[in-house]
């Protein structure tokens, strides 16, 4: 059974640091793609970063570019967010989903088929 | 970064079909496949229809999608007391190299 567990969350004062764990397994975590998604108490869900698998690509929403950083650790089945100069607006449930690639010919397209249970990150001084 | 537009709510009654529009623009839902997320209230978002009309495992075929030019829908047939909740539309987005998600539709079942 697929199973993605976030922990790491709690409360930061704005400008502090925090790192997000979300721990993958019931599958081959090497082998696939992951992504970050944040959402807001009462907001719709926010894209915010991707790695792709063996971590050589990664991208960012500019919303946390420069202040946030996607990473894994293949070896620990281990996935990871380092959220450094925390803002108010930075509150949220962050949720890890794995990436499906699905492909018809030359065409591949992805889609978010498993997600975490998410943990909740408060800033606020 | 550009967000696709959903109307923020939608209602029926039991056995009613409801629609949920999702509209983009050329550099995502125009180039690429719409996934649709359902999430149940206090719960995490789930996978609900993925490149435009696929079903999971799992989901009823109640639930339908479709997606023309820009923009993409998403059709509930049958509808359940159980189905209410937020939908989401998302697509990658090729100009920005992000995903984008569209704002969610509350639904409500009346």
């Known amino acids: 059974e697929v199973q993605l567990v976030e922990s790491g969350g709690g409360l930061v004062q704005p400008g502090g640091s925090l790192r997000l764990s979300c721990a993958a397994s019931?599958?081959?975590?090497?082998?696939?793609?992951m992504d970050w998604v944040r959402q807001a108490p009462g907001k719709g869900l926010e894209w915010l970063s991707y790695?792709?698998?063996?971590?050589?690509?990664?991208y960012y929403a500019d919303s946390v570019k420069g202040r946030f950083t996607i990473s894994r650790d293949d070896a620990k089945n281990l996935l990871y967010l380092q959220m450094n100069s925390l803002r108010d607006e930075d509150t949220a449930v962050y949720y890890c989903a794995r990436d499906r690639r699905v492909c018809s010919g030359i065409y591949c397209y992805t889609h978010f088929d498993y997600w975490g249970q998410g943990t909740l990150v408060a800033v606020s001084s | 970064q550009s967000m696709l537009t959903q109307p923020p709510s939608a209602s029926g009654t039991p056995g009613q079909r409801v629609t949920i529009s999702c509209s983009g623009s050329?550099?995502?839902?125009?180039?690429?496949?719409v996934n649709w997320y359902q999430q149940l209230p206090g719960t995490a978002p789930k996978l609900l229809i993925y490149?435009?009309?696929q079903w999971p495992s799992g989901v009823p075929d109640r639930f339908s999608g479709s997606k023309s030019g820009t923009s993409a829908s998403l059709a509930i047939s049958g509808l359940q007391s159980e189905d209410e909740a937020d939908y989401y539309c998302?697509?990658?987005?090729?100009?920005?190299?992000?995903?984008?998600f569209g704002g969610g539709t509350k639904l409500a079942v009346l």
């Open positions: 050329t550099s995502n839902i125009g180039r690429n496949i």
């Open positions: 019931g599958f081959t975590f090497s082998t696939f793609e």
């Open positions: 790695i792709s698998n063996g971590g050589s690509t990664t």
């Open positions: 490149s435009n009309n």
């Open positions: 998302a697509a990658w987005d090729d100009s920005l190299k992000v995903w984008v």
